[in-house]
């Protein structure tokens, strides 16, 4: 099986309650063990945050939310659980000791990934019955929205484990990379020692402040590095000549003394308190969840943004969103909407073709906003877009069918701006079929304040079936026209929508 279908996850902390978050928003019901007194409010406070993020990250519509229980005891929490995660603080004996508890515990074919974040494999699964089936799953925070696990193997891990583990990881938005074998603090945390042990020399000869170091990487290689790594960067900065001519210009510098990476720096009482009085002038005035929140948007911009890339295929972080979004419309399209269902429902309730199909449900994310803090008029065409969506796959006309050749396209399209769509406002989206014939469907589609009903914004649109692969209008298949004409007899006997056939500078 190479779905996971219960999680367990023992340590609740920041890292396993987002890997909880991730699990239960896949759909996977997951048990965690934590005795930390406040392990429920953490937990809870990732989740929320993570549901947060969730709702403005993708509009496909995700599974029913897994079921979170809180166990008493190791035993109790990997009972039936077929992937596990281990994230309780980084002491190795500690770990070991927790790891060797779980094995003992848990079904024999249950796979064990650490969330260390250093600590060799091999060193932990060293008192283990069935050490095959530990490795490391070492994530990056926040979990539920960065998409990478390292996958490390012991000495007696089975490379059919790793495989399967890769293929688990995937259906849940995650891509899994295998190392071809295990060293302390595997690959990410390498590369980011280096950088941060720099980066303490450079505070502590006083060449810049931590906001200005920090400035350096957003501003410049950190945007580089989000769409396309080390090498790939610098493969095009060598120029038409490519990585070769890179390395014969720039690699002699490597031998300059640049930097101090073989040299620890001393972190005494007086570098840490000048670190931390930095840090609280560059980010004090703001709570831990708020940083988190602003974090969390920002990824989600970004991600989006690298949705698009490579022709609208996706690149990067984003290829692994598109890919993980195909799998929930694959799972999930049969309902009209990718929240709350149609008509105003529970998701996966029967649609209702008595009144406008509500097929959308979302809210306005910081990267849809202009210097007006409004909504941008292209993100209103994307909720139009993302409404026409949905009434396709209700008809059939889902990704497999547009991958044998045929589709809609919009062909023509009349928005009206009525009110005001703000930052973080919850919004819905309904669509009235106005008239269909075997090629055409004609639509109104209108946006509302989900808390007022008001209307925010209307769209008359036209679509027209099309033969992709020939380049020309065709009739829709008889399967398609029977699911949709139901649709269309229900919506005529209602009022046409005010607002139908106006023109643009129309008076009222």
Known sequence: MTSIR????????????AWAARFLLGGIDVSIYDPHPEAKRIVGEVLANAERAYAMLTMAPLPPKGRLTFCASVEEAVGGADWIQESVPERAD????????????ADPTALIGSSTSGIMPTELQRDMKYPERMFVAHPYNPVYLLPLAELVGGERTSPETLELAKARLAPIGMKGVILKKEIEAFVGDRLLEAIWREGLWLIHDDICDTETLDDVIRYSFGMRWAQMGLFETYRIAGGEAGMRHFLAQFGPCLSWPWTKLTDVVDLDDALVDKIAAQSDAQSGARGIRELERIRDENLVGIMQALKAGDGGKGWGSGKVLADFEKHLWSNGGARAGGRGGESGGEAGDAPDFSRPLRLVDTRVSAAWVDYNGHMTEHRYLQVFGDTSDALLRLIGVDFAYVEKGQSYYTVETHIRHLGEAKLGQALYATLQVLSIDEKRIQYFTTIHDAETGNVLATAEQLMLHVDSKAGKSSAAPADILARLTPIA?????????EGVGRSVGQKR
Request: aromatic content about 4%; some cysteine; proline content about 6%.
């Open 6 to 17: 219960q999680a367990a996850c023992i340590g609740g902390g920041v890292i396993g309650g």
């Open 94 to 105: 500690l770990k070991r000791n927790v790891l060797t508890e779980i094995d003992r515990y």
């Open 489 to 497: 007899q229900a919506h005529a006997m209602l009022p046409v929508p």
